[in-house]
């Protein structure tokens, strides 16, 4: 018997050895398909906007439905597992507690879906007037929502053991920050000492400092640099990476402890980059959904993920 085994071994060695260059081939490509691709399509015509990545699933939100599509890093094969309202799904943060929170975009509104089940947990009115809720950070006060029309944040307050308050809070925005025509406050993010806010503002391409309690803004020095098309932050200590989405760019920041001031200290920039709008980290590489603003949106638009090293 052990001899029979040591045989099937050795002829599958040395098949393997032997076999022809394009079955070879194939075995490669086999392999990379299951080995964290660097580029992924999501659905056709499904307009992403914002991700949000818990361990190896990333999720997109789609401005055209609202669907929440889940996406294996893996192999990037994924499936809508939370059908949208109708309205905007645009950005997009994870809690600890399997909770995805969802900015509403149009219907000014924003959601909180179960990861496990896809299940809308709470659902909350942001404002009547005529909105865009573009993005949210979560601290460990509560939920953050920027609105790009409304000088204003939403505050989704956490209270005990993580329990999500009834109803949002609208904390108007002030100080040196000021809404002109276009988009204006867009992505957010924390300071590094996490004591305040940061908000960029796409149109003016501005960086603000933001008291959470008061709405506050007080712009910061950046220095000459523009920040123009600004859209998704991601904070990682002292590290800001704003996705200037038009620009296809990534600007990399390095930030006082306060988040007052900032300093270019690279850009990144990809020719796969199709005017991506946000950003996610996964182990060394940051994924982007590109949002293609420029291209007519139809049915059959296709639309892809990119990732590239940090």
Partial sequence: MKTTIKAVLLAGLVAALVAPPAVAQAQVKTAAATSFPTQFSLPDGFQPEGIAISGRWAF???????????????????????KGPGTPSLGLKIDGRGRLFVSGGSGGDARVISLRTGKVLAGYKLTTAAAFINDVILTSGGAYFTDSTNPALYKVAFGRHGRLAKQAVTIPLSGDITYTTGNNANGIAQTPDRRALLVIQSNTGKLFRVNPRTGVAKLVDVGSTSLANGDGLLQEGRILYVVQNRLNTITVLRLDRHGTAGKVIRTITDSRFDVPTTVARFRNRLYLPNARFSTPPTPTTPYTVVAVTS
């Fill in 60 to 82: 997109f939100g789609s401005r055209a439905t609202g669907d929440i599509y889940r996406a294996d890093l893996r192999t990037g094969a994924g499936k809508v597992v939370s």
